[in-house]
C-alpha cells in the first residue's frame, strides 16, 4: 500500500507564492501520474496540475502560468506564485497507483489528508 502526505499551505497575501510538497510512502515505483486538487468553500473538488512519470504536465487554465508542479513518483511539489484570494482552498496530493490483483493490474486514486492554503487581499 501507498500513503501520501502534504506539507507546505498557510496564511499569505495575495501577490504571494507558497509551496506544496507531497511524500508517498511505500510501493511508490507503482505510481504512474502524480497530481494536485483543490476545494474551495462551497465547490466541488477541482484539478490544479498533474505529471506523468514521463514528465509531461497539465494545469487548470486558471492556474497557467503561475503554478508550477514538478518531482517524481516518490515526492512532488507545487509551487504556487502570484496567488489570488480565489485560489484559496484545501489542496490535496493525488496518485493514480497501480497494483497487482487476481484480475491483472488496476489503478487506485490515493489522496493526501489535505491542506489549507488561504490567500488574503
Known amino acids: 500500500q501507498v500513503q501520501l502526505m502534504e506539507s507546505g499551505g498557510g496564511l499569505v497575501q495575495a501577490g504571494g507564492s507558497l509551496r506544496l510538497s507531497c511524500t508517498a510512502s511505500?510501493?511508490?515505483?507503482?505510481?504512474?501520474?502524480m497530481g494536485w486538487y483543490r476545494q474551495g468553500p462551497g465547490k466541488q473538488r477541482e484539478l490544479v496540475a498533474k505529471?506523468?512519470?514521463?514528465?509531461s504536465t497539465d494545469y487548470a487554465d486558471s492556474v497557467k502560468g503561475r503554478f508550477t508542479i514538478s518531482g517524481d513518483n516518490a515526492n512532488w511539489v507545487l509551487q504556487m506564485n502570484s496567488l489570488k484570494p480565489e485560489d484559496t482552498a484545501v489542496y490535496y496530493c493525488n496518485a493514480d497507483w497501480v497494483y497487482s490483483s487476481p484480475a491483472g493490474p488496476r489503478v487506485a486514486d490515493l489522496w493526501g489528508q489535505g491542506t489549507q492554503v488561504t490567500v488574503s487581499s
Open positions: 511505500g510501493s511508490s515505483f507503482s505510481i504512474r501520474a
Open positions: 505529471i506523468t512519470r514521463g514528465g
